[in-house]
């Protein structure tokens, strides 16, 4: 599994200059609100994913004042050689780097899966169906490049379409080409996110009794546009409206996860607790998921955990994740007490870091030589 050594964070959000080296188990992260804790954590899911896991856009990345960031990391990869992996963003644009080589988004997308857990999580239940669609995109372009494939080349001609609908005299005949194109898109997209939701549906049932000990169940539903057809079919009956209306009216760009608290929807009727216990097995699910896709762990990003779940669900989930072939997994709180007393009982192998005003400092590290000496 790709375990992150190093990392080397400068001029990103409140991060000015920061060189860390890692535990390649357990990393503890303390400090009061606002000091910088999931700046960090968003940092080392940026080096996987090239994007922030807290903001749609790289100008709110970028520290105050500074028009450049960049992301470096020395990993340990599953091969057991070193690889030093880098993202620089700038006025001009992103560059990614694999051992100083220019690498493209789709080649990079997979090779450092990761799965976080945080407070934002929420907008999964409480916001528009896009925030769940992204959920399934950041899970499914890890584990299948086609996907990401066909999915950027499908946004590229559904943008063009809706172009072309705009204007005052429309190509009939390059509007179905443009219609058999995406199309053909469309249906590995679909595909996966079908199998995809199923299998999550299952995964999300267990883990979320485990976690609230409660008797409601919980369901996961998908819904497409594609469940009518194809999407050139689709289209096709639709294309009244969309000339009418100037954009494309169907498609997998509206496909939607349908969240369920015993057959009633659970961002209405569900309580905090269970909405938040619900997004914890959600996550949690993902880390199976991609675990047994992968045959390694995912790196493991919580942030804020404690704030979801009291210290004896938390202890359970952890002692899951950190049992045999655990990845590494880096945890937040704000509460040094509470972090240490819940990682020390889990595992001998951690370290622990306090940051302030975007600083971090090690202390507290300790492993089995230590402890058995």
């Known amino acids: 599994m790709p375990t992150l050594e190093k990392i080397t964070i400068s001029d990103y959000r409140n991060i000015e200059m920061q060189e860390i080296c890692f535990s390649p188990n357990v990393n503890c992260i303390w400090g009061d609100n606002g000091e910088g804790k999931t700046n960090l954590l968003d940092a080392i899911y940026y080096l996987s994913m090239t994007k922030s ?3 749609p856009g790289d100008r709110y990345n970028f520290r105050h004042g500074c028009s450049r960031f ?3 990391g020395q990993f340990r990869m599953p091969n ?4 030093r992996i880098s993202v620089e963003v700038d006025a001009d644009g992103k560059k990614i780097r694999h051992d100083e080589k220019i690498c493209r988004t789709l080649d990079h997308i997979g090779q450092l899966p990761v799965v976080m857990v945080s407070p934002s999580d929420i907008s999964l239940v409480s916001e528009s169906s896009e925030e769940r669609r992204k959920f399934l995109n950041g899970v499914l372009s890890q584990l299948d490049r086609r996907y990401l494939e066909s999915l950027q080349q499908y946004n590229r001609l559904l943008a063009q379409r809706n172009r072309l609908l705009k204007e005052e005299r429309i190509d009939g005949a390059l509007l179905k080409v443009l219609d058999e194109r995406m199309a053909a898109c469309a249906a590995p997209v679909y ?3 079908k199998e995809f939701a199923a299998r999550l549906e299952d995964a999300v049932g267990r ?6 000990g409660g008797t409601e169940e919980v369901g996961i539903a998908y819904s497409s546009d594609l469940d009518d057809g194809t999407l050139d079919e689709i ?5 009244d409206r969309d000339l009418a209306q100037h954009f494309t009216t169907a498609g997998i760009q509206r496909d939607e996860l349908i969240f369920n608290l015993d057959g009633h929807p659970i961002r209405r009727c569900g309580s ?8 914890v097995a959600l996550k949690f699910a993902q880390y199976e998921i991609m675990k047994s896709a992968y045959g390694f762990a995912p790196t493991l990003l919580l942030d804020d955990i404690f704030d979801k779940l009291d210290r004896g669900r938390i202890s359970n989930l952890l002692k899951m994740v950190s049992g045999q072939d655990f990845g590494q997994i880096f945890i ?3 509460n040094k007490t509470r972090i240490m007393e819940t990682i020390d009982a889990i595992t001998a192998e951690r370290s622990y870091f306090e940051t302030h005003g975007g600083c971090f400092s090690e202390g507290g590290r300790k492993d089995m030589s230590e402890t058995e000496g």
Do not use: E, N, P, V
Not at 80 to 83: D, I, N, P, Y
Not at 207 to 212: A, F, G, P
């Open 207 to 212: 883990l979320y009794r485990d976690i609230s």
């Open 191 to 193: 595909k996966a996110r």
């Open 70 to 72: 960049a992301i470096c």
């Open 272 to 279: 905090q607790g269970q909405q938040k216990s619900f997004l």
């Open 332 to 334: 937040t709180d704000c």
């Open 235 to 239: 289209l096709c009956r639709r294309m």
């Open 80 to 83: 057991g050689l070193s690889k």
């Open 53 to 55: 896991a807290m903001s």
